[in-house]
Nanobody, 124 residues
């Protein structure tokens, strides 16, 4: 089981990036996929989740309207499109898989496998 996150980089405020999360060793479509982010010295923060099945999506208030999570089960890949980036979006972004119930979706403990992280830096 492996998740490989990529797509991070340096972008100016107001810019955009698309992160990818490629799954191997399991069928992506059988799991919910989440994105979390973490600034060194701070707790890991939930960003978004896309459920399996119907593909319902959920977002943290801090990114709602700017970020879009999606998945392509045929390619075993999930994405996080990030628009209108702000300096406070700077963090290492991680993708994770799980089968969380609705009430635990924001809890990192609800996810059992994690990618290695990709660094997003928003700066002028």
């Amino acid at each position: 089981v492996q998740l490989q996150a990529s797509g991070g980089g340096l972008v100016q405020p107001g810019g955009a990036l698309r992160l990818s999360c490629v799954a191997s060793g399991f069928t992506l479509g059988h799991y919910a996929i989440a994105w979390f982010r973490q600034v060194p010295g701070k707790e890991r923060e939930w960003v978004s989740t896309i459920r399996n099945g119907g593909g319902s999506t959920y977002y943290a208030d801090s990114v709602k309207g700017r970020f879009t999570i999606s998945r392509n089960n045929g390619q075993n890949t999930a994405y996080l499109q990030m628009n209108s980036l702000k300096a406070e979006d700077t963090a290492i972004y991680y993708c994770a898989r799980g089968r969380p119930i609705l009430s635990s979706m924001r809890n990192s403990g609800a996810y059992d496998s994690w990618g290695q992280g990709t660094l997003v830096t928003v700066s002028s």
